[in-house]
């Protein structure tokens, strides 16, 4: 058997808080170092493995190439030492920092599922983070992230678990006076008539609203673009050059929209089904397992993606 290279678990925590922090100082001071003593470890493990890790300058430049692959390893190999550590205290007992990954559509539900979660295992601190669902997939891939909520049958995912949660709709939110007073759902035609605010193209909110409106032969009038719901929201909600937002249900439902009129738009052919994603393993970690259970009894489940 070769030799192991003389690299320890205090020297992956640097790697990983350095990549968190991209800066040396508080990277430091997250693993209760001095900077030179930081330093000096990196330098060792540079050594050890024969090449540069850390791409050098007067700040944090970044990770080299194969920086950035023994970083993924550290991670992976972190994320095992805190199952291992989850494993032997385990049950009742069960502590740690669950770290989940969530689209902004979704947030209300990961709200819901971390309280539920909160009941069984009141010692695990969860740690619930916006983010695209391509964020999503890579943190899960580079175990940065130990879960995830997001969409499951619109773009392909790769190498995780999925279990699905609800399926989603959509409102449109605005003034009474663009949206008139009818109770009946707007089709996707009509809503493209409408001055629009939608979230940036970057996020899959906004390609499935483009599908849906490309589907029914409309082309939306974009006016205003945004990465948050709120700021879409907060758009809609001005009474000069009034605008309507596309807002998941989800979302209306945690908006105070009194002064705001709120009318249903048509159910797409195949709805877009949010759920939790995990990064497929032999062995889940017991934290993860234990939120993959509160899903599973959660009343808002789905059987399956038709």
Not at 186 to 199: D, F, H, K, N, R
Not at 204 to 223: E, H, S, Y
Not at 261 to 280: D, F, H, N, Q, S
Request: hydrophobic content about 45%; overall charge neutral.
């Amino acid at each position: 058997m070769s030799a192991l290279p003389p690299i320890d678990v205090a020297d992956l925590r640097v790697l990983v808080s350095l990549a968190s922090e991209r800066h040396f100082a508080r990277a430091a001071q997250a693993c209760n170092l001095s900077q030179p003593a930081l330093s000096t470890r990196i330098r060792r493990m540079e050594e050890a493995l024969g090449t540069p890790l850390v791409q050098r300058g007067q700040r944090f430049l970044g990770f080299t190439e194969a920086g950035e692959r023994v970083l993924a390893r550290a991670r992976r190999v972190l994320a095992d030492l805190d199952g291992l550590r989850q494993d032997v205290t385990g049950g009742a007992d069960l502590s740690g920092r669950l770290r989940i990954g969530v689209i902004p559509s979704a947030t209300p539900l990961a709200g819901r599922l971390a309280a539920a979660l909160a009941q069984d295992h009141p010692n695990v601190e969860v740690v619930c983070t916006s983010l695209s669902s391509r964020m999503i997939e890579a943190g899960l891939l580079d175990f940065s992230l130990d879960a995830g909520i997001t969409y499951l049958n619109n773009e392909p995912l790769h190498n995780v678990d999925t279990l699905p949660l609800q399926p989603e709709s959509y409102c449109l939110v605005g003034s009474r006076g663009l949206l008139g007073e009818s109770g009946d759902p707007a089709s996707w035609v009509q809503a493209a008539s409408w001055p629009l605010a939608l979230l940036t193209s970057d996020m899959q909110n906004r390609r499935i609203l483009d599908k849906a409106f490309a589907d029914a032969g409309a082309t939306p009038q974009v006016v205003f673009e945004a990465n948050s719901f709120l700021s879409i929201f907060g758009r809609a909600g001005r009474t000069t050059s009034p605008v309507v937002a596309i807002l998941p249900r989800m979302i209306v439902d945690e908006l105070k929209t009194d002064a705001l009129g709120v009318r249903e738009l048509e159910t797409m052919r195949v709805p877009p089904v949010i759920g939790l994603v995990a990064p497929r393993r032999n062995l889940q970690l017991p934290l993860t397992s234990a939120l993959w259970r509160v899903c599973l009894e959660a009343p808002q489940s789905v059987d399956n993606l038709s």
